[in-house]
C-alpha cells in the first residue's frame, strides 16, 4: 500500500466525518481539519504503512479508532470544557517534538535525556490532551503541581510485563496499551526493582509511546537483537519516541549506540 492509497482508504473509513484533508507529499503525512471544530490533527503515514506491513487492516482501523476519539475529546471539550478533575499524567516524547500547541502556546515540558522529553497530560478516557500554559488558569493547578502530581500519578500505573529470551538474553516488555506505557520510564521505583531481576546489564528503550522494553543482556548477540527491536518498534509505533535503548545504572540512563554488529559504544567512547 502507498500514501495516496493509504489516505483514501482513511477517507473512505471517515467519510460521514466533517474533515478536510490536506496531504503534504514532501513530509508524507495527512493533516486533517475538522470544519466545525477548527481544530485539527497531523498524522505521520510511513508509520501506519509500516503497521500495516504486519497487521494489515487492525492497522488502519487503529489509526481510524484514534482519530475518532480524538475529535470526540476536542468536541465535548468545547462544549463542555475540559475537566479539571481530571487524573494528570506524564508522557515522554522525543525532544523534537512541536514545543507549544497549534494555538501557539507553549506545552509544560520538562528535559529528561539527550533523546527524550517529559510532557504533561489532561487523562481523557480513551485520550489526552497535553497540558499547555493558556491551561494553568483553568486547571488551578501551577506548573510545578502538575510536575509532580504527573509523577505521582505514574507510580500509580500498573507495571505487569511479560518476558521473552533470546541467547541466553531476557527482554521484558510492558505493553498495557493505556497511552502511558513509556511513562513509567519515569518510576525510579519499579526500574529499581527490575534492576533487582537483572544478572547482565540492563537497559530501558522506549522506542514507541505503547511499549516499554527493559533487556537483561548478556552477550554480544543480546545487543544486536535490541537493536533489531527496537528499530522494528519505532518504525511502526503511531507516536515514536527514539529507536536508541538506555544503559541503567544506580538510577542513570545513558543513552547507547549499537554499531554495526555486537559492538556497543557507551560515553566517553569514540566510534573506532
Not at 478536510?20 to 495527512?30: C, P, Q, V
Not at 487503529?62 to 475537566?83: H, L
Amino acid at each position: 500500500m502507498k500514501s495516496e492509497q493509504l489516505v483514501e482508504e482513511l477517507k473512505k473509513r471517515l467519510s460521514s466525518q466533517n474533515f478536510e484533508w490536506k496531504l503534504d507529499n514532501k513530509a508524507d503525512r495527512i493533516r486533517l481539519d475538522h470544519k466545525e471544530l477548527k481544530r485539527g490533527m497531523d498524522i505521520s503515514l510511513p508509520e501506519i504503512l509500516a503497521k500495516y506491513e504486519t497487521k494489515k487492516d487492525a492497522a488502519i482501523e487503529e489509526v481510524v479508532y484514534t482519530i475518532q476519539e480524538t475529535f470526540n475529546a476536542m468536541e465535548a471539550e468545547q462544549q463542555q470544557g475540559f475537566d479539571s478533575d481530571a487524573a494528570i499524567l506524564p508522557v515522554i516524547r522525543s525532544t523534537s517534538f512541536p514545543k507549544q500547541s497549534k494555538a501557539g502556546s507553549p506545552f509544560l515540558v520538562k528535559a529528561h535525556t539527550a533523546e527524550t522529553a517529559i510532557y504533561y497530560a489532561l487523562d481523557q478516557g480513551k485520550t489526552y490532551r497535553l497540558i499547555d500554559e493558556s491551561m494553568l488558569a483553568a486547571l488551578g493547578k501551577t506548573e510545578s503541581e502538575i510536575t509532580e502530581a504527573a509523577l505521582f500519578n505514574a507510580r500509580k500505573l500498573p507495571t505487569d510485563v511479560k518476558v521473552d529470551e533470546v541467547a541466553g538474553n531476557k527482554y521484558y516488555f510492558l505493553n498495557i496499551n493505556d497511552g502511558y506505557d513509556a511513562s513509567r520510564i519515569l518510576n525510579a521505583a519499579f526500574l529499581k526493582e527490575m534492576a533487582a531481576r537483572i544478572d547482565g546489564h540492563m537497559t530501558v528503550s522506549v522506542p514507541h509511546q505503547d511499549v516499554l522494553i527493559i533487556g537483561d543482556i548478556q552477550n554480544d548477540t543480546g545487543y544486536d537483537v535490541l537493536a533489531q527491536m527496537t528499530m522494528h518498534f519505532f518504525t511502526v509505533g503511531l507516536v515514536p519516541i527514539t529507536s536508541l535503548s538506555f544503559l541503567y545504572n544506580d538510577g542513570e540512563l545513558e543513552p547507547i549506540f549499537i554499531m554495526a554488529k555486537n559492538r556497543v559504544a557507551e560515553k566517553g567512547e569514540k566510534k573506532k
